[in-house]
Structure formats: structure tokens, C-alpha cells
DNA sequence: TGAAGTTACATGCTCGCGCATTCAATGTCA
DNA sequence: TGACATTGAATGCGCGAGCATGTAACTTCA
């Protein structure tokens, strides 16, 4: 059951909004997160306790996301080994427009 | 949850019992099939419909079992492009030793 | 303060997966 | 029977995931 899911999810988020559906989760953790305030988050430590993603996987498609313009890296001046992630506003957008495609295919499954 | 659960089932089965998890699937799959006569089956036609495996992989996880001699591919007479399959004693058995560790790992996820 | 340990990431490497293609064996139909 | 479509399976290819390692930037403690 969970293949079938992951995999529609997969193919309707790609095919619809261009995003992976670790791409999405990264958007939607991040914004999660980042909902109440403002602000931005610290990824590895924070990004990946909420995620089931590995540091290296996560490291990935931060970049990747970073590279479509929908996520953007900022340096920590507490720590300058940290880097700070928050959504674009295309970023933002892009998650907006990708959520019911999300929970219309979980909505269906769980049906 | 999903994550959770089939990230524990890929690491037991791989450190207890030196199996992946479709490689344990396609073992368990062939062996359920095969359970009341002792014949053998056709391999992508029927196995790939039973699993969620797509064709290719599932025909790399065989060769992979088979290289380890739990599997045995066997020629069909009647339609020369197919395979029949079967598992060997030892595939046999290391599937029966691997069944509780499955079985618990779930068990556990589930409570 | 400086040597040793720890932390936050990035990166090299390998692996399993799916897609597309290939190839031989079968089926179909005029 | 021969040309064309279809089917069963293997394989080339690229991708995303995890493990191990590298590398700066802290932290700790004598």
C-alpha cells in the first residue's frame, strides 16, 4: 500500500509541480517550521531530526532546491559552520500550489 | 512510519541474514506461490504482478539471488523467452530463518 | 593557549530502482 | 508462409539514497 502511495505521490508532484516527493517534504518541513515567525531554521540539525532523510540526502536536495531558486542558503554568524535555509517566495509558492496535489493523493489512498 | 518500519526490515534482514528486503519479498513471493505444489513459476509475468518491483529490478534481483544460490532460473519449454523459477534448499531455508526477524520487526511497528 | 574532541555540513562512492531500449521468441493475419 | 505486432526478459543509463570520509568551525580542558 505505502509503494502504491509514495509512487503516485511521486509521479503527481513530478509531473505537476516538477518537484520530488523528498523535494516537497523539504519544502513543507521547512515551512512548517518557519510558519509562526518569520525566520529561517539551521538545516542538518534541525532539518533532519524532523525528516527521514539522511544528512547526506538532505545536504543534496537542499542544493538542488537551491539551484531551482526555491530554497536559499544563508551563512549563520553564531556558528559559521551552520547554514540558515528558508523558502523563496517561488519556493513558498511552489509548495502552496504542489499541497493539494499531496493530500488529494493521500486522501485518496487512505480512502 | 513507513520510513521508520522499512529502514529497521532492510537493516535486520541485512545483518541478520545477509537479505535485502525485496530480496526477502521476491524469496517470500516465489515461495508462496510454490507452496502447495512444488513446481516452479514464470518470472516477470507473474512475480512482478504480485510485487512492487518494476521489471528491471526485480529481473536484477534475481540474478542477484540467484548468484547467491537461494534462486535457480530454469528454462520453460513451452515459450523459450521464459523463465521458470524456484527457489534452491538453501534459498528455501534462509527464508524460513529470516521470517521471524520480518514478522517481528512488524509486529513491533505495528504495536 | 594549544592539542584533542565534537559538530555542521559537503562530497566521493556504491547500490538499488525505474525508464527506455534491445533482442529473441511468439502470435497474428492477409 | 512471410511481414508486422507483441511479449518475456536482459541491459544501458541516470538518479536519489545511505555510508564513510573530508573539512572547516567550534568547544573543552589541562
Given at each position: 500500500m505505502y509503494h502504491d502511495t509514495s509512487c503516485e505521490l511521486e509521479n503527481e508532484l513530478q509531473s505537476?509541480?516538477?518537484?520530488g516527493l523528498s523535494e516537497f517534504e523539504v519544502l513543507q518541513a521547512i515551512s512548517g517550521y518557519c510558519s509562526d515567525r518569520e525566520t529561517e531554521k539551521i538545516l542538518m540539525k534541525d532539518l533532519e531530526a524532523e525528516m527521514y532523510l539522511s544528512q547526506s540526502a538532505l545536504s543534496r536536495t537542499i542544493t538542488r532546491l537551491e539551484r531551482a531558486g526555491l530554497v536559499a542558503r544563508a551563512a549563520c554568524e553564531i556558528d559559521r559552520r551552520a547554514n540558515f535555509l528558508q523558502l523563496t517566495s517561488a519556493g513558498r509558492e511552489r509548495w502552496e500550489e504542489a499541497r493539494p496535489t499531496h493530500k488529494a493523493v493521500l486522501r485518496k489512498h487512505f480512502a
Open positions: 505537476r509541480h516538477g518537484l
